[in-house]
């Protein structure tokens, strides 16, 4: 059981601490941020193997988390060029970046010596002042050092910035005793195990989902006998290399799942809660999905639960959704297409799910010509004439039901990392500026 106790604070540069806490800088536990080198490199889909060298991106390193999987493989004519192999109990730092990720960092566990750093990464050298890298790499989190961070960076460019080596090491940091800061990262460093264990749980969750579609959108459940018992199918067909059961129909999008319009007049003047560009994605609607502007002289549709909603920009992509009760009575404008699935012939959920299949993205991929991203226009009769497969009304339920059970098991799963992540934000809060001080055991606990 952890304890912990209030003491009295005290207001510094980086917000109220511990008021027993002398207030130094990072330049007190780092001796020098070592920096890498720029190597010609390649991607490759399995990274370094046996004997080759990699060279880190920038996205290794991210909310204090560090992702050796993110690098390239250094070309044999640049192996001797490389400098400062990654080293465990170590800090990797973001010193150009874009704005919001400019000062970025993560804390290296072990040792990676086929790793090295480019020259846009730099690596914590620890002075010789007893300390916890590990708790000074919880510190370079804190919202009130990331602020600081984001002040001092520099460049002209809007979509790259720069920190210097100076604005790093004299960020404000208390020096908290030794015993305390092994303690207080090894508190965070659980909470940050078990997110990592959430996370896995969520992302070999999704694998199954997506193993579960590809199965039921070829094989699908079967055939209800009279006992109400599913026999699997035995018929198979194969078109353009697509299997599916025999007695699946190939249909047009426009006879199940019409563009419909429910046209008003909005030019008067107010806010209206209007379906951004980027409101939904891979079946599903972002956080925040929606958000109110002025849309001033402009026509938009009403939306209504139910509806199958396409973005004509980046349906290609997966931006498909069902709108759900809670956006009845928004707005959709001309960005989005909706659809009124019939209910006789075809459930909504599963004519979305089949577009976000491989065959059906590639089916509005083509409907959609153009170039990449806002270049490419899904056309309402393109859409119309997109084929897509229809199994009985009944199988099309049990496919659901299937689906339905995985996607739950994942927002479940994803509403407990919330819940931890909201915690460990707490956490820090209170035990890094010492609101709440820990109980020191006899033996240090070691970070």
């Known amino acids: 059981m952890i304890q912990f106790k209030t003491s009295l604070l005290r207001e510094t540069p980086i917000g109220a601490i511990a008021a027993d806490w002398e207030i130094g800088v990072v330049g007190d536990f780092v001796a020098e941020l070592q920096a890498g080198v720029s190597v010609n490199s390649v991607e490759t889909d399995s990274g370094c193997i046996e004997g080759e060298i990699g060279v880190l991106k920038s996205s290794a390193v991210l909310k204090g988390r560090f992702f050796p999987k993110y690098h390239k493989v250094v070309v044999h004519e640049d192996l001797s060029r490389v400098a400062t192999s990654v080293v465990g109990d170590r800090i990797i730092i973001s010193r150009m970046n874009t704005p919001a990720l400019v000062g970025e960092s993560g804390y290296v566990a072990e040792d990676a010596p086929y790793l090295f750093l480019p020259d846009r990464l730099w690596q914590t050298k620890p002075s010789g002042r007893p300390h916890s890298q590990r708790w000074l790499s919880y510190w370079l989190q804190h919202s009130n050092i990331r602020r600081l961070i984001a002040a001092g960076a520099t460049g002209t460019s809007n979509s790259m910035k720069n920190i210097s080596k100076e604005t790093v090491l004299s960020l404000p940091i208390p020096r908290t005793p030794l015993p305390e800061q092994q303690k207080i990262a090894a508190i965070l460093t ?7 264990l959430i996370a896995r749980q969520i ?4 694998t199954l989902k997506r193993g579960l579609m590809q199965t039921l959108f070829s094989r699908g459940v079967g055939i209800r006998n009279a006992d109400g018992r599913w026999i699997s199918h035995v018929n198979f067909m194969t078109d353009n290399s697509q299997t599916y059961p025999a007695n699946w129909k190939w249909v047009r999008m426009g006879e ?5 319009r429910r046209e008003v007049d909005v030019r008067l003047d107010g806010v209206y809660p209007e379906l951004g560009l980027r409101s939904f994605g891979k079946g599903t609607f972002h956080k925040p999905a ?6 001033g002289d402009k026509r938009l549709f009403i939306i209504k639960a139910g509806d199958l909603l396409l973005s004509n920009v980046f349906a290609w992509e997966g931006a498909v959704a069902v709108a759900r009760t809670e956006d009845e009575g928004r707005y959709g404008s001309h960005r989005y297409i909706a659809c009124a699935v019939d209910q006789v012939r075809a459930s909504v959920n599963f004519v979305a799910r089949y577009l ?5 993205l590639a089916a509005i991929g083509l409907a959609s010509p153009g170039g990449a991203g806002r270049n490419k226009t899904l056309g309402l009769l393109a859409l119309a004439n ?10 099309q339920c049990a496919i659901n039901e299937a689906l339905d059970a995985a996607e739950e098991k994942i927002r479940l799963t994803q509403i407990k990392w919330e819940q931890y992540q909201t915690l460990k934000r707490g956490l820090m809060q209170k035990l890094l500026t010492g609101e709440w001080r820990v109980k020191i055991d006899e033996e240090p606990v070691s970070a």
């Open 190 to 196: 659980a909470v940050d195990d078990k997110l990592d």
């Open 386 to 395: 997109i084929k897509i497969l229809l199994s009985p009304l009944s199988e």
């Open 356 to 360: 976000l299949t491989p065959p059906g």
């Open 290 to 295: 929606l958000s109110g502007i002025e849309v």
């Open 203 to 206: 992302e070999a969750t999704q």
């Open 256 to 260: 199940v799942a019409p563009v419909i």
